[in-house]
Antibody, heavy 119, light 106 residues
């Protein structure tokens, strides 16, 4: 069974840092593009970042460029999101997502981890 | 950047047909995907490639895409279909979501 399990969320002060992790199982992790998608409280889905199978390509939404870094460790079947210089508007549930390149859609989602940026 | 426009809300009586639209510039030239999200849960893919259904999704869910509008159609709506629905496309190496539509079953 395909599973994506996020961890690392929590309360952080503005300007602080946090590292999210996503543990993947039930599929060949190294064969898939992966993404982070977030959802602010009461708001819609917002794509955050994508990473290619071997990590050679990474793409970000403009609002996080220069502050967030997506990475992966295929040996550990893990996806990461390093978040620096956090702002109140980064408060959201962050979902780990598996992308299918045939059509570029998300076919599996994690349960999400909540990041709250507040003093 | 590419923009997808959805109505904030759609209401429908049980047993009737709900249609949720997703507007975008020449969206008919793109593949559109749809997700259902119930409160407190992660999204679930309900339609991909404009009109294909993943296994486990009822035949009541269908999709179409032409011109500047894609449409998710839910036939014989049930109380359990009440949820937020999001359309999505791929554009310039980015995943683009619509703003979401809250489906209310009266």
């Amino acid at each position: 069974e395909v599973q994506l399990v996020e961890s690392g969320g929590g309360l952080v002060q503005p300007g602080g840092s946090l590292r999210l992790s996503c543990a993947a199982s039930g599929f060949t992790f190294s064969s898939y593009w992966m993404s982070w998608v977030r959802q602010a409280p009461g708001k819609g889905l917002e794509w955050v970042a994508n990473i290619k199978q071997d990590g050679s390509e990474k793409y970000y939404v403009d609002s996080v460029k220069g502050r967030f870094t997506i990475s992966r460790d295929n040996a550990k079947n893990s996806l990461y999101l390093q978040m620096n210089s956090l702002r109140a508007e980064d408060t959201a549930v962050y979902y780990c997502a598996r992308l299918l390149v045939r059509g570029w859609y998300v076919d599996r989602w994690g349960q999400g981890t909540l990041v709250t940026v507040s003093s | 950047s590419y923009v997808l426009t959805q109505p904030p809300s759609v209401s429908v009586a049980p047993g009737k047909t709900a249609r949720i639209t997703c507007g975008g510039n020449n969206i008919g030239s793109k593949s559109v995907h749809w997700y259902q999200q119930k409160p407190g849960q992660a999204p679930v893919l309900v339609i991909y490639y404009d009109s294909d259904r993943p296994s486990g999704i009822p035949e009541r869910f269908s999709g179409s895409n032409s011109g500047n509008t894609a449409t998710l159609t839910i036939s014989r709506v049930e109380a359990g279909d009440e949820a937020d629905y999001y359309c999505q496309v791929w554009d310039s190496s980015s995943v683009v979501f619509g703003g979401g539509t809250k489906l209310t079953v009266l």
